[in-house]
C-alpha cells in the first residue's frame, strides 16, 4: 500500500510539473504572482481608508457629523414654523385642521429650503473661527422657539401648550448640550442683559396694560371685581374712607371686607388721573416691576449672559404673573414687586429693607402675612450668623400675630367671617370657628390636612403651574426651603379643593406663590454647579415663553374687537357719561365699572326682583336704571317701570337703555 500511494504523489508531482511546464512557468514566476495581488489587495485596502479618512476630515471641517443633528433640528424646526405661518393666513391650522394641512404642504418646497438652510448653516460652520461656533445651536434654539411662536400664537389650548414646551425643551437641552464655548454665552455684559431682560418687562407690560384697558372699555370688566374698586378708589380721592356702596348692596368700607391698606399707595396716582383705566395699567406695572430684583438675585447667584436673560425671562412670561391680569383688579397684583424687593432684601442680607418689605407685604391683604412668616423661618433655618436668624424668627412672629389680629379683627367688626368660611371651608368644623378653628382642625387631624394637597380639582392647576418651572423647586435636600412653597400649599392647593378659584392660574391667588417658585428655582440652580447654571435658565425662560403664548396671545382679540367697534364702545360711555354724578345708579354688572366713580351705584341683579310679587325691592333708593335689552330682567322691570312712571331717559336701541325715576326730579327742585 505504501508503495501505492508513493506512486500516485509521484504520479501527482509530475502532473503539476507537467501542467506548468504546458503552460510555459516555472514556480519562481507563481510566487512572484501571489506577492503582487497581496500587495495590490493591501493598497487598494489602504486607499479606501485613506479615501473615507480624507472624506471624514473633509466633513469635520463643515462640522459633520458632530452637528449635524443640531443643524437638522434647525432646519427641520424653521421650515415647519415657515409652513404653519404660510397656512395660517388661510386659516388652515396646524392641529385643528391638520387633515387640511398636510396636502396643502409643498413637498418639494419644504425639501428644497430645508435643504438650501442646511448648506448655508453648513458654510457658515466652515468659515467661522472654531471659538466662536455656536451658530447652529444658536440657530437651532432660536428655530425651535420660532416654530412655538408660530403655533401656539392665539391658540389657547393649555395642553398643546404642555406637549409643545416639553418636546421644545428637551431639543433646547439637546442643543445647549452641544455648545462647546459656553463662556461666549457669559460674555455678554451684565447690564446688556439687564436691557434685554427690562425691554422685554416692558414689552409685555405693554401688552397687558393695552388689552386688560381694551377689554375694560370693551364692556368686559364687571361689578365683581373691577367695578367696585373703581368706587373705592372714587371714595379714597375724595376722602379717604374707601366707602362703596356695590360691593355688599350698602355703603360699607372695602376695608372692613379686606385688610388691604396697600390700596393708599395708588391714591396720588389715581387722584392725578382718575381713570378706571389707571388701576389696570398701575396693575401691570405692579406686576412687571418685581423684574428688578428678580434680576439682580440671579446676577447675585452667579448667572451670567444667556442664562440671567433667560432667568429673567422665566419672570416675565410667567403665566402665574400674566394671567391673573386678565381678571379685573386685585390687591395682590402689589405682591410681585414686593415679595421679590422682600427676597432681594433676605438674599443681600439687607435688614432695614427687609424689615419696610416685611411691613407692606403684610397689608397687602389678611392672609398675606403668611408670606412673610414663610420667609421668616426660612430665614431662621438657612441663615448661618445669629443675627440673620433673629431677624427672621422676630419677623415671622410679628406677622404671625398681626395675620391672627387682623382676621379676628374682620370676623368681629366686618365681613370676615363669610370671607374664612368661603376660603377655609373645607377645615372648619364650626363655621364660626375663624382662622384659630382652621389652625387647630389641621393640627389634630393632619392627615385630612394633607389628603387636600393633591385634589382632582387643584392637580391641573398644578401641572399648568410646575411644568413651566419644570419642577426645580423639588431640587433640593435642604428640607427649609419647602417652607417657601407652603403659600402655594395653603393658598392654592388646600383652598383651592373646596374654592376653585383658588386653583387657577386665570386668578389673583397664584400672583404670590409663583413669586416665591421662582425665587426657589434661583437658588436650586444655584447649588447645581456652573455647567447646569448655565444651561437651565434657558430651559426655564423658553418653557416660561411657550406656556405664555399658548395661554395668553389670545387676548390680542380685546385689542383688534375695541378697533372694530370703537365708534359703539364711544358711544355707549358718553350714553353714561350723562347720567348726573349725583344720582344714585341701579347697573348692570357690565355696565357698572364704567359709572362707578359716584356716591352711590348698586348692582342691579336679579335679587332686585321680586318674582312672588312682582316688585321691585326698594326702587325708591335708585335715582336712575341702567339696562340691557332683552334679558329675562329688563323684561320684568319694564312694565313695572311704567306702573312708577319711571320713564326712558336715554338709549342705545336695541342695546342699552336709561331710565329715570320720577323721584330725581322732585328731589332736584327740592334743593
Not at 447654571?533 to 418653557?543: D, F, M, N
Amino acid at each position: 500500500m505504501e508503495n501505492n500511494e508513493t506512486s500516485k504523489s509521484i504520479s501527482a508531482d509530475s502532473e503539476s510539473e507537467t501542467e506548468v511546464i504546458e503552460v510555459g512557468k516555472n514556480p519562481e514566476s507563481v510566487n512572484s504572482e501571489k506577492v503582487q495581488s497581496e500587495t495590490t489587495a493591501a493598497q487598494k485596502k489602504f486607499s479606501i481608508r485613506a479615501l473615507w479618512k480624507k472624506i471624514c476630515n473633509f466633513l469635520e471641517v463643515f462640522g459633520i457629523p458632530d452637528m449635524f443633528l443640531v443643524r437638522f433640528i434647525a432646519v427641520f424646526f424653521l421650515i415647519s414654523g415657515v409652513n404653519v405661518a404660510i397656512q395660517k393666513e388661510d386659516e388652515i391650522w396646524a392641529v385643528s385642521k391638520w387633515r387640511d394641512f398636510v396636502p396643502e404642504v409643498n413637498g418639494l418646497r419644504t425639501i428644497l429650503l430645508m435643504a438650501g438652510v442646511f448648506i448655508l448653516l453648513t458654510v457658515l460652520y466652515k468659515f467661522t473661527p472654531p471659538k466662536y461656533r455656536i451658530v447652529d445651536q444658536s440657530f437651532a434654539i432660536s428655530a425651535i422657539l420660532y416654530f412655538d411662536i408660530t403655533l401656539l400664537w392665539r391658540s389657547n389650548d393649555v395642553y398643546l401648550s404642555m406637549g409643545v414646551m416639553f418636546i421644545s425643551v428637551a431639543f433646547i437641552y439637546y442643543a445647549i448640550g452641544k455648545v462647546r464655548q459656553k463662556k461666549l454665552y457669559n460674555k455678554i455684559p451684565w447690564w446688556v442683559c439687564g436691557i434685554v431682560v427690562l425691554a422685554a418687562a416692558v414689552l409685555v407690560g405693554i401688552f397687558i396694560g393695552v388689552t386688560t384697558v381694551c377689554r375694560h372699555q370693551n364692556f368686559g370688566s364687571c361689578t365683581h371685581d373691577f367695578g367696585l374698586f373703581v368706587q373705592m378708589y372714587y371714595s379714597l380721592a375724595k376722602d379717604g374712607t374707601a366707602i362703596t356702596t356695590c360691593e355688599r348692596d350698602e355703603a360699607l368700607s372695602h376695608f372692613y371686607i379686606h385688610a388691604s391698606y396697600i390700596f393708599y399707595a395708588l391714591v396720588p396716582i389715581y387722584k392725578a388721573f382718575p381713570k378706571e383705566e389707571t388701576l389696570l395699567i398701575a396693575q401691570a406695572v405692579l406686576t412687571m416691576g418685581g423684574i428688578i430684583p428678580m434680576f439682580l438675585i440671579a446676577k447675585r447667584h452667579n448667572m451670567k449672559g444667556i442664562a440671567l436673560i433667560f432667568m429673567g425671562f422665566a419672570y416675565t412670561f410667567s403665566i402665574g404673573l400674566i394671567a391673573p391680569c386678565f381678571y379685573e383688579f386685585h390687591e395682590n397684583a402689589f405682591l410681585p414687586t414686593l415679595l421679590m424687593w422682600l427676597l432681594w432684601a433676605v438674599d443681600n442680607k439687607k435688614y432695614i429693607m427687609f424689615y419696610i418689605m416685611s411691613v407692606l407685604v403684610c397689608i397687602v391683604k389678611e392672609d398675606a402675612p403668611l408670606y412673610v412668616v414663610c420667609i421668616g423661618m426660612y430665614m431662621f433655618f438657612d441663615n448661618k450668623k445669629q443675627i440673620g436668624r433673629m431677624n427672621g424668627l422676630i419677623m415671622a412672629l410679628f406677622a404671625g400675630a398681626y395675620m391672627m389680629f387682623i382676621t379676628n379683627w374682620l370676623v368681629k367688626n366686618g365681613d370676615g367671617q363669610m370671607m374664612t368660611s368661603t376660603r377655609f371651608g373645607l377645615l372648619m368644623i364650626d363655621s364660626e370657628g375663624g382662622l384659630k378653628e382652621v389652625v387647630k382642625n389641621t393640627l389634630a387631624d393632619p392627615a385630612y390636612f394633607f389628603s387636600l394637597f393633591i385634589h382632582e380639582d387643584t392637580l391641573p392647576f398644578f401641572l399648568h403651574i410646575m411644568m413651566p418651572l419644570l419642577f426645580i423647586p423639588f431640587f433640593t435636600k435642604k428640607i427649609h426651603r419647602y417652607l417657601l412653597m407652603l403659600p402655594l400649599v395653603i393658598m392654592n392647593l388646600v383652598i383651592g379643593a373646596g374654592y376653585g378659584y383658588a386653583a387657577s392660574v386665570g386668578y389673583q391667588y397664584i400672583f404670590g406663590p409663583v413669586c416665591l417658585l421662582l425665587y426657589m428655582c434661583i437658588i436650586n440652580i444655584d447649588d447645581m454647579g456652573q455647567t447646569r447654571k448655565q444651561e437651565i435658565p434657558v430651559l426655564l425662560g423658553s418653557a416660561a415663553l411657550i406656556m405664555t403664548l399658548g395661554g395668553i396671545s389670545h387676548n390680542m382679540s380685546y385689542y383688534e374687537n375695541h378697533i372694530k367697534n370703537e365708534e359703539y364702545f364711544t358711544n355707549l360711555e358718553n350714553m353714561l357719561d350723562e347720567i348726573p354724578q349725583d344720582a344714585s345708579v341701579a347697573c348692570d354688572t357690565w355696565l357698572l365699572p364704567h359709572i362707578a366713580d359716584r356716591d352711590e351705584v348698586y348692582l342691579l341683579d336679579d335679587g332686585d326682583y321680586n318674582a312672588e310679587t312682582n316688585e321691585i325691592r326698594n326702587p325708591e333708593r335708585y335715582d336712575f336704571f341702567v339696562v340691557p335689552v332683552g334679558t329675562d330682567l329688563t323684561n320684568n322691570l319694564l312694565p313695572l317701570f311704567e306702573e312708577m312712571g319711571i320713564t326712558l331717559y336715554d338709549e342705545i336701541p336695541g342695546r342699552i337703555q336709561v331710565y329715570k325715576s320720577p323721584l330725581y326730579d322732585l328731589y332736584e327742585n327740592a334743593e
